[in-house]
């Protein structure tokens, strides 16, 4: 039996784990799997799956992706084209590196460590790796505003019934969403428009974008969220995952795959961004750079 799992995806739910499991795990593009919810319409939150490996993950993929009229932005596409061999020359093809997207959010130092001594994996495959990314501006705010949004839609209704159910996060989440006026949805839209704007041209130049997976290694299950990094404190208990939502915000596909380990030995996932709709190259570059490093092959002692 393989171990895959699918799940949903909004701020990094499918990337985060998978950075620190050591495993795969990806975004796709919106509609890749279709998805019935309450918020047919809403483009913020993904399903997508995770696995050991990429090919099977691309196993996986190829099993949930594809058209339901249920889900109203599903693409047509069937999944099948997933489970075809994930080979291919990467002779030339220009990546963008980035540990920060530009200063865009603090990552720790021994992520930052991890993440570099990855890029010779990149470039022995044939890839030109030049260090550069897009013009992130106004990310954060698009995270936000639509993350409130999208949980008052889904979830306004169990605030109302069940509150003294729900944990404090959950709340403060529907409570933001309440908040929102109309003007500040609308602008919260054109800026996401003109990320992706921005982000897609920029895109026309490097194939794909890589950047760290989560900005942390993993830290102690007892701590419910990471303050700060690098003496930056944390304005709110999501802010730890900006290189995550980050990308959240353009909508285009992402995977994590495992990057290397810390001098402690704990697992750092290596995101890659892709094309939109191209999730097959993404599985492709990230394939490659699976075989070059074997990353994925170290387990715990504990699990043998």
Same mark, same amino acid.
């Given at each position: ?19 620190? &499991?050591?495993? +795969? ?12 919810? +309450? ?57 963008? /590196? ?10 720790? %130092? ?16 044939? &890839? *030109?790796?030049? %260090? ?9 705010? #698009? ?8 949980? *008052?839609?889904?979830?306004? *209704? ?13 709340? /403060?989440?529907? *409570? ?12 919260? %839209? ?8 921005? #982000? ?9 974008? +890589? ?14 969220? +990471?303050? %700060? ?14 290189? &995550? ?11 994590? #795959? ?47």
């Amino acid at each position: 039996m393989l171990p895959i799992a699918d799940g949903s995806d909004m701020g990094g739910s499918l990337r985060n784990p998978a950075s620190f &499991c050591n495993v +795969v795990g990806l975004r796709p593009s919106v509609g890749r799997v279709p998805v019935k919810s +309450v918020a047919g319409f809403s483009q913020i939150s993904v399903d997508g799956p995770m696995a050991r490996t990429v090919e099977d993950l691309s196993l996986m993929l190829s099993a949930i992706a594809g058209y339901d009229p249920r889900s109203p932005s599903s693409i047509s596409e069937p999944g099948d084209v997933f489970a075809k061999p994930l080979d291919r020359d990467f002779s030339g093809v220009r990546i963008a /590196w980035s540990d920060d997207l530009g200063g865009a959010f603090p990552v720790d %130092e021994s992520v930052k460590n991890v993440f570099g001594t990855s890029r010779a994996a990149f470039e022995d495959i044939g &890839c *030109e790796v030049e %260090e550069t990314a897009p013009d992130f501006s106004g990310a954060d705010e #698009v995270f936000k505003v639509l993350r409130a949004w999208h949980f *008052e839609l889904s979830h306004g *209704e169990l605030l109302d019934k069940h509150r003294d159910k729900l944990k404090d996060t959950v709340i /403060w989440n529907i *409570e933001e969403g309440r908040n929102l006026t109309g003007p500040q949805i609308g602008e919260a %839209e054109k800026k996401r428009t003109a990320l992706y704007e921005r #982000v897609r041209k920029f895109l026309e130049t490097y194939e794909f974008l +890589v950047l760290p997976t989560v900005q942390v290694p993993p830290f102690d299950v007892d701590e419910p969220y +990471v303050p %700060e990094i690098n003496g930056v404190s944390m304005d709110s208990y999501i802010d730890w995952m900006k290189s &995550c939502y980050f990308i959240t915000a353009t909508g285009l596909p992402a995977i994590s #795959v495992p990057g290397g380990f810390t001098g402690d030995g704990l697992p750092v996932g290596l995101q890659i961004v892709g094309r939109m709709r191209d999730e097959f190259g993404l599985l492709q570059i990230a394939h490659a750079f699976e075989r070059a490093t074997g990353f994925w092959k170290r387990r715990p002692a504990t699990f043998g």
